[in-house]
């Protein structure tokens, strides 16, 4: 059973916008860090935002910076990935990982970082 579960992917052309979920049925994330990762065909599961245990802190990829926002609503139990002007590269499967064990002051951008995992989404940026 996964702990997290991501939602929001689908097929979108270049220029447009999708907002992926994370959410949870079991554990709060609202006291855990989260990233979000994404994996293409043939390349490395990669961070591209994550926000920090307390939320005070986030963090994006360079490769992603200015288009992609993290957020958080605590009223939902949700984090949100914002992804704008999205483009053929960011075709991916999306990931959310929390880290329900430790407290990150700077959240990481690492795989290893986070113990629980999502099914993942399937984002695809085509015209």
């Known amino acids: 059973q996964w702990q997290v579960v991501e939602s929001g992917g689908g097929l979108v052309q270049p220029g447009g916008s999708l907002r992926l979920s994370c959410t949870s049925s079991a554990v709060s994330l609202a006291t855990s860090a989260i990233g979000w990762f994404r994996q293409a065909p043939g390349k490395e599961r990669e961070g591209v935002a994550c926000?920090?245990?307390?939320?005070?802190?986030?963090y994006i990829a360079d490769s992603v910076k200015g288009r992609f926002i993290i957020s958080r609503d605590y009223a939902k139990n949700t984090v949100h990935l914002q992804m704008n002007d999205l483009k053929s590269e960011d075709t991916a499967v999306y990931y959310c990982?929390?880290?329900?064990?430790?407290?990150?002051?700077?959240?990481?951008?690492?795989?290893?970082?986070?113990?629980?995992w999502g099914q993942g989404t399937q984002v695809t940026v085509s015209a």
């Open positions: 990982a929390a880290d329900l064990k430790t407290f990150q002051a700077r959240c990481k951008m690492v795989p290893e970082g986070y113990g629980s």
């Open positions: 926000s920090s245990t307390d939320g005070g802190n986030t």
